[in-house]
């Protein structure tokens, strides 16, 4: 029982540290998304099968079977996999992206000078540059929490609504589950330490 508590107050303070150095730049996105977004974009729920694209190592070996079976599937594509999929001329259905620091925003800043229109799924906090914000179609993702819920309310949006999870991996299984009542399947997820193939 000792182990367990000790194991509790690690952890809690791990999630104490990260609130606080990040909570600045949370309240600074929030501010950003609700002051620059304004082509919102509302998704519907299918039956198709979903693929969630992740960067992992097994993405490259995928790449030629993603694009044989491109039209069997919608595709989620977690930010860091977005250069990937496009320079492979795969168009995902959407980008998911909920990390509020400074180098998730380098994920998809290669879009701003794209032709490429593809709806971002995000949250309020979730950083993203001016552009992207402004000239993207913008699906909100919104946490069960009071600020989110305070700013939704307010502004009566359209959003998906998930929990909080410790990775985006996590977000785009909730998201997946409300949209498809099909199979969904991943690609790139491989939990597996490497040089990155972004």
């Known amino acids: 029982a000792i ?3 000790q194991l509790y107050l690690e952890k809690s303070k791990d999630v104490i540290a990260t609130r606080r150095f990040f ?3 949370w309240i600074s996105n929030i501010i950003r998304f609700f002051n620059f977004a304004n082509n919102f974009y509302k998704i ?3 039956n198709k099968d979903i693929l ?3 960067s992992g190592p097994s993405l490259k070996n995928s790449i030629s079977k993603i694009k044989e079976n491109r039209k069997n599937f919608f595709i989620i ?3 860091s996999a977005t250069k990937v999929l496009i320079h492979n001329e795969i168009i995902p259905d959407v980008i998911l992206t909920t990390d509020g620091g400074y180098w998730a925003k380098k994920h998809l800043q290669f879009l ?3 032709n490429y229109e593809v709806p971002i799924i995000c949250s309020a906090e979730s950083s993203l ?3 992207l914000l402004k000239n993207s179609p913008i699906i909100p993702l919104e946490y069960p929490d009071c600020t989110n819920k305070y700013f939704f309310n307010k ?3 359209f959003s998906i609504k998930t929990n909080r999870n410790g990775t985006v991996s996590g977000n785009a299984l909730e998201i997946a589950k409300q949209l498809t009542t099909s199979n969904i399947y991943f690609v790139g997820l491989d939990l597996a330490t490497t040089n990155s193939y972004q």
Request: a neutral charge; glycine letters at 4%; one cysteine or more.
């Open 112 to 114: 701003e000078n794209s």
């Open 129 to 131: 540059s001016f552009n």
């Open 77 to 79: 594509c977690l930010s």
């Open 23 to 25: 909570s600045k730049k």
């Open 52 to 54: 969630i694209v992740a």
């Open 44 to 46: 519907e729920n299918g």
């Open 155 to 157: 502004f009566n949006l």
């Open 3 to 5: 182990n367990s508590i």
